[in-house]
């Protein structure tokens, strides 16, 4: 157990150099210079020779690149060119938006997930069944720029029932939340669905069947619990997809999250803050899917045997 | 063994109703996508401003956009956008990832080691981060969307193919081909490559519609093709600035959008049961 | 028993997933704001880049929310004209110094004076910034000084390496108490008293800016309502169904001209709209380095194959004329003489034929993606140039990367504004054979030797009449020469609820009106 964790340590190190080092890279070839952007284009020579060097970009780029990962290592992500903050600083808040969203949108997607992977798997192959298998694929195939603006038309333009934009209330959470979790939901009924099922097969939910337990009671109490183990990690995963989902969601409903964060660097050329934001989620995504991993390493007793 | 495969898959789709729509619209939006590849008249949209915003009418079936261009001819631009860039970036996946795929899984040791380092990093990446990066780096273009897509691409491909050579690789008949003094090359294409095209077409169909959706998510963060094409994420991003005044401009692209995608969702999803009926899983992964 | 420990995993992973959702959805929970009559709210397009008057560059919103909280030398009134703010008055000493005597009495919201001190450390911050500290953007428009310096106690003299008339107007920068200058990280500047303006920045994040009165304010009248708030919404559909909602009351220049038109048309009761032409001029530059664009003859036909006209009328709802100068109408040097380019694409054709180029002429025209209207804009012209005999692609690049490219002359032909030009010298900024960058704006390298003359004897000229006809010399030259295709003025365009009162628009956007503004609710609310 404890060598494989140590294994799995090693490689989340290595993996977060290779996505630092692609990122570090990227940012060194784009064309046009950050100077002419924060100083404006007409600005004399002299302040974006003294500007460019400020930053350490007349360095050597092998300079530059273990400069970058020093102060990767002491947590330093940069300092915005515009205000001179650390970049750390401006993602954090934005982060805790885009966590508050998506755990709200990951609690909607797996009571709905549930629900309807528990309705299929009591009608098995049956018409409810296949209606929501058709459904479920339905929603996976429309994109968050096709369901949010819709969700927006209806209940916020012609119906007014829900804010518009923004994150100060509960009900401005309910759109967004809809819109980023609804593939989520759809996907993941369908793998509780068939871990249901499969579960269902098994001899001990026979046995209980036969003890004259009611099927609901069956369904809930026994199978449940062991199908969750493979939603657990399609769920997991999809966490870490959520915060990527974030970036199209946040730029629907104007949400001040990690994901418009990115989009406003972008116009502004904050490589610094592209960069930060890249890395943030990619960390997130690789240690959602560690700790899924560990958590059915720890639980499952047939991966630990292996 | 090819036979039995065709026919088990002929069976499945006559008895899914919901494939052979699929199929059929699939066929549509193809047939709709070549027209302005083939026929340059088509693709050039005239811009008529005193026409601008003009709801559906006999003469402009799908309405006027912003700019004065007719929505009908927009989408069919659109679609071409889709079709190239989804071929295109599939194809250079495929052509990247299969081999990958197959020296890690077949080759093992050092190489095996090594290419599987880079997808485990590739992976790390959150889908769409990577290609949104790269896009907001090196800027717009239909070259950089299919660059920008595959980059990421070609991991899936190669992970799967890597999985299946290695089951393979251990196989009896292979064992026999390598005792008989075939190359490497030969035993990896001719012997292994045939048994694994069936997992590899499921994959390819899911991750058609994958890139389309995420070319049109591109287009709709600002990201995507420029000016010079026309994506569905592009109009669905300008039609989102008259949502409140014209919310039909929104209306099409949408469907064409998810039309296409729900049809290749629902024939990835009837492949996948035709080769492999177990697996009850949903859509694109 | 042995599936136990799942069952606790999968409920502790859940509990905290709940826990946070639980913190999540209570976090930040405030009452939507009732619309009362002491607060007006405006919308914004984009956050504020800085609030330090230090490190404030380009970014106009971070401008007009300096002045706002931060009381600077001097400003401009509505019409564009500098007016003395912090200054009580202005002396011209020679044709490059001034001297500079401050209004007494003048309060920080700490309740400080605010003295030569303090106007001399945040000067002298941005002309030599502190090491390690972040350069002002702008720096460079005081690198000709040579002397910033206190004088009789309580006056500031300035001295500039050469003499530049327009200096002056750079005295725009907020002014911060000397203690901030010394001891203020960049960007800690809120919340710790230091303003002096009319409002006091409380509340501050990416989606809102709260600005609450300043009750020690005593340049002029105190504001008349307690609270302005920004509101930062960047979508432009979601911005305008905000002012629909009546969640937003004011707007200006960041709603689009359709968005206008429909308010103007539909709702007249509800808003009123204000437009006033400022002195902003979008033209369709053309490089010179091109052979093709070097023959005049191509010049002539993109200049009658664009419809500018239709471009207007529909596409930006104007029912002005188009361009023909530099100048708009409004403005002294406006020459009435010269003709408008009608639009005509047979002439075109029948100009590219003249040329002897074979056809299609491939070009590249550019434009900046900050602009959304621009972009479209180009697209219709695209579309114009397309149909007689160009093949136009249209290519967006990201603000800078487009500003690098047209300054180089990596370019066929663009489209960009000029802004914020206040003298006719500007053409010579513009079109000058020495003015290629980096020494000024010709970035089309167009030379031409009369003009060059013209622009000479203008500079030295100082009777505005004489100075008139040099120009209007020098403009005609231009048209004919077409090394521009000047397309529109441009607008400052306000759409304000009709329950506020006194709101003005101002010639470069600022938001000083908000000061006498007020709001009177009517019954309904």
Known sequence: MFSTLLKRFIQLIFVLWGISTIVFFMERFIPGSPADSILGVDAPDVDKIAWLARYGFDKPLYEQYILFLKNLVEGDLGKSYATAANVTEIILPRLMETLRLASVAFIFSVLLATFFGLLSAANNGKSIDKLTAIFSLLAISAPSFIIGPILMWLFSVKLNVFPLMGNLSVSSFVLPSITLGSSLAAFSSRMIRSGLVDVLGEDYIRTAKSKGLSNSAVLIHHALRNAFLPALTVLGMQLGVLLSGTIITEQIFNWPGLGSLVLEAVQQREYNIISGCVMIMAVIYVLCNLAVDILYRIFDPRVRAT | ?285 | MKKRPLSYAVLAVFVCIFAFYIYSITKNEKSIHSNTHDKIYLGFESKVSTFDPRIIGLDPNSQYIEELRFLPLISFDEGGNIKNMLAQSIMPKSNKSWQIKLKKGILFASGEEITTDDVLATYQAIMNPAFGFPVSPRRGAFKNVTKFEKINGDEIYIELKEPDASFINNLVIGILPQVAVSKALPNDVNDKNYESGPFILKKWSDTELALFKNEKYNLTSQAKVTEVNFKIIPDAGTRYAALIKGDIDIIQNSLDPDKINTIEKEMPKKYHVYKQTKLATTYLGINFRDPKLKNLKVRQALASAIDIKSILQYRLHSDEDPATSMFPQENFYFDKDIPQVPYNPEKARQDLKESGIPLPISLSLKVSSSNKSTLEVAKAIAGNLAAVGFTPKVETLENSIFQEQIRRGISQVWIAPWTGFKDPDHLRFVFASDMVPPNGGNRGAYSNADLDKLFQQGREELVSAKRKEIYDKAQQIIAAEVPYIFLWHGKNLAVVSSSIEGFKLYADGRYWSLIDASKKLSTKD
């Open chain 2, 1 to 285: 063994m090819k036979f039995y495969f065709a026919k088990k898959f002929f069976q499945t789709f006559k008895s899914d109703k919901v494939s052979v729509v699929s199929f059929f619209i699939l066929l549509f939006w193809i047939l709709i996508a070549i027209v302005p590849i083939v026929f340059r008249k088509f693709s050039i949209i005239p811009i008529e401003l005193q026409n601008r915003l003009t709801d559906p009418s006999l003469n402009y079936w799908f309405g006027v956009d912003g700019n004065g261009q007719s929505v009908g001819l927009l989408i069919m631009n659109g679609a071409s956008t889709s079709l190239i860039v989804s071929l295109f970036t599939v194809g250079m996946s495929l052509l990247v990832g299969i081999p990958m795929g197959a020296c890690a899984g077949f080759l093992g040791g050092k190489v095996d080691i090594f290419i599987s380092r880079i997808i485990d990093i590739l992976l790390a990446f959150p889908p769409l981060i990577l290609p949104i990066a790269i896009m907001a780096f090196f800027g717009g273009g239909l070259l950089n969307v299919v660059i920008a897509l595959s980059l990421t691409g070609w991991v899936s491909y190669a992970r799967l193919i890597r999985g299946q050579f290695l089951i393979y690789k251990e196989r009896e008949f292979i064992v026999a081909a390598h005792s008989l003094g075939a190359t490497n090359f030969r035993i990896m294409f001719k012997h292994i490559f045939p048994n694994i095209i069936s997992p590899l077409a499921v994959q390819a169909t899911f991750s058609l519609a994958g890139v389309i959706i995420s070319e049109a998510g591109l287009s709709f963060l600002g990201l995507g093709v420029s000016q010079n094409h026309v994506s569905w994420g592009g109009l669905l991003n300008s039609a989102k600035d008259y949502l409140t005044t014209n919310a039909t401009l929104a209306f099409f692209p949408s469907l064409a959008l998810f039309s296409v995608v729900a049809s290749l969702n629902f024939i990835g999803e009837s492949l996948r049961l035709s080769f492999d009926p177990k697996s009850l899983g949903a859509g694109r992964v």
